[in-house]
């Protein structure tokens, strides 16, 4: 069974949105739903973003893509800075486009702030100041993050008791905001944010079973090391801006640092690597475990099983949607 799309009915445009676990097929899922939607895919993992960051990221290489379209991938150097706010504005651009051209937009990734980003929106907070940001690292390396977390209690006492003394990259904004804003974070927040308008996300959750996922991870750590990521990593040391490259310090890349800079070995580093993965997976669970409105499947998204359990929930909701619930183009089954 296939489907096609049928032109636009009312103002809610459908999305897919797959989220899950590393390593739980969602890439494998993606494809074979573009491929009978007329979809294409929208990546929303944060390193995927990134030029020369293939293999520790699990990018699907160009030849495994079976001619489907993917959006937002390789779009950044290695030293780009890119926020949520960055990737809510282009991920924008790209939905407008396949609307456009009557597409399936069909979201993958692992990042989920990046995904509720697009959704539900940010809040309304000013620009990234790069310089007051190294004033206040400077600030926090010398006199401690403690120090940086009872300044923030001072200019917003709300903010500080939701952010963990130990967590430098959201105390940082946080001061930063209050700074720049000459209001409190919070206060911004109460504002409340602009969701995505115009447009129907239908979520699929993928959730393997945790033995058979974990296996998968050790297994996919074990591939990474032995089909390029020491390389990968060396040729990105390499670049003139290195010291600045922050996906080096994603899962596998800062292992990898540690095995060329002599710190530790590539054994340890393949084991300390699928320790980490896993703890990442089930941080990825739980986070979206608390968004609204998933439709939960169980198992692997490369499952042809799964997949037709997918398909024909998509089929059904079409079907069982008054005109207009289920937005344009119109999930319709092609016999």
């Given at each position: 069974?296939?489907?096609?799309?049928?032109?636009?009915?009312?103002?809610?445009?459908?999305?897919?949105?797959?989220?899950?676990?590393?390593?739980?097929?969602?890439?494998?899922?993606?494809?074979?739903?573009?491929?009978?939607?007329?979809?294409?895919?929208?990546?929303y993992?944060?390193?995927?973003?990134?030029?020369?960051?293939?293999?520790?990221?699990?990018?699907?290489?160009?030849?495994?893509r079976?001619?489907?379209?993917?959006?937002?991938?390789?779009?950044?150097?290695?030293?780009?800075?890119?926020?949520?706010?960055?990737?809510r504005?282009?991920a924008?651009?790209?939905l407008?486009?396949?609307?456009?051209?009557?597409?399936?937009?069909?979201?993958?990734?692992?990042?989920?702030?990046?995904?509720?980003?697009?959704?539900?929106?940010?809040?309304?907070?000013?620009?990234?100041?790069?310089?007051?940001?190294?004033?206040?690292?400077a600030?926090?390396?010398?006199?401690?993050?403690?120090?940086?977390?009872?300044?923030?209690?001072?200019?917003?006492?709300?903010?500080?008791?939701?952010?963990?003394?130990?967590?430098?990259?959201?105390?940082?904004?946080?001061v930063?905001?209050?700074?720049?804003?000459?209001?409190?974070?919070?206060?911004?927040?109460?504002?409340?944010?602009?969701?995505?308008?115009?447009?129907?996300?239908?979520?699929?959750?993928l959730?393997?079973?945790?033995?058979?996922?974990?296996?998968?991870?050790?297994?996919?750590?074990?591939?990474?090391?032995?089909?390029?990521?020491?390389?990968?990593?060396?040729?990105?040391?390499?670049?003139?801006?290195?010291?600045?490259?922050?996906?080096?310090?994603?899962?596998?890349?800062?292992?990898?640092?540690?095995v060329?800079?002599?710190?530790?070995?590539?054994?340890?580093?393949?084991?300390?690597?699928?320790?980490?993965?896993?703890?990442?997976?089930?941080?990825?669970?739980?986070?979206?475990?608390?968004?609204?409105?998933?439709?939960?499947?169980?198992?692997?998204?490369?499952?042809?099983?799964?997949?037709?359990?997918?398909?024909?929930?998509?089929?059904?909701?079409?079907?069982?949607?008054?005109?207009?619930?289920?937005?344009?183009p119109?999930?319709?089954?092609?016999?």
């Open positions: 069974m296939g489907f096609h799309s049928t032109g636009e009915v009312g103002g809610n445009y459908p999305l897919i949105a797959i989220v899950g676990p590393t390593a739980a097929g969602k890439s494998a899922l993606a494809l074979a739903l573009a491929e009978r939607l007329s979809g294409e895919v929208v990546n993992d944060s390193v995927q973003l990134y030029r020369g960051f293939n293999v520790g990221s699990g990018k699907l290489p160009l030849a495994e079976r001619g489907v379209a993917h959006h937002l991938l390789d779009c950044l150097e290695p030293a780009d800075v890119f926020t949520a706010g960055d990737y504005r282009e924008l651009k790209v407008a486009d396949l609307r456009g051209r009557a597409k399936f937009p069909i979201c993958v990734g692992g990042t989920g702030l990046y995904l509720r980003a697009l959704l539900v929106g940010l809040f309304e907070g000013p620009v990234r100041s790069e310089a007051l940001r190294e004033r206040l690292r600030l926090a390396e010398r006199r401690g993050r403690e120090f940086l977390h009872r300044l923030l209690a001072r200019l917003d006492t709300a903010a500080a008791a939701r952010i963990q003394p130990r967590d430098s990259q959201k105390l940082i904004r946080a930063e905001v209050c700074i720049l804003a000459k209001q409190p974070l919070s206060a911004l927040h109460a504002r409340g944010r602009a969701g995505l308008e115009g447009y129907r996300a239908i979520k699929l959750g959730n393997p079973p945790r033995a058979q996922l974990y296996d998968r991870i050790n297994r996919r750590v074990e591939r990474m090391f032995a089909t390029g990521l020491m390389e990968e990593t060396q040729s990105l040391l390499y670049h003139p801006d290195a010291a600045r490259i922050k996906p080096l310090g994603a899962l596998g890349y800062r292992q990898a640092c540690l060329l800079q002599g710190k530790a070995s590539r054994d340890d580093a393949v084991i300390a690597t699928q320790a980490a993965t896993r703890h990442y997976a089930k941080r990825q669970l739980t986070w979206f475990r608390r968004e609204a409105e998933i439709v939960w499947f169980e198992g692997f998204g490369d499952d042809p099983h799964v997949q037709s359990r997918i398909t024909e929930t998509l089929r059904w909701t079409a079907v069982t949607a008054g005109e207009g619930a289920i937005a344009s119109a999930v319709t089954p092609v016999r």
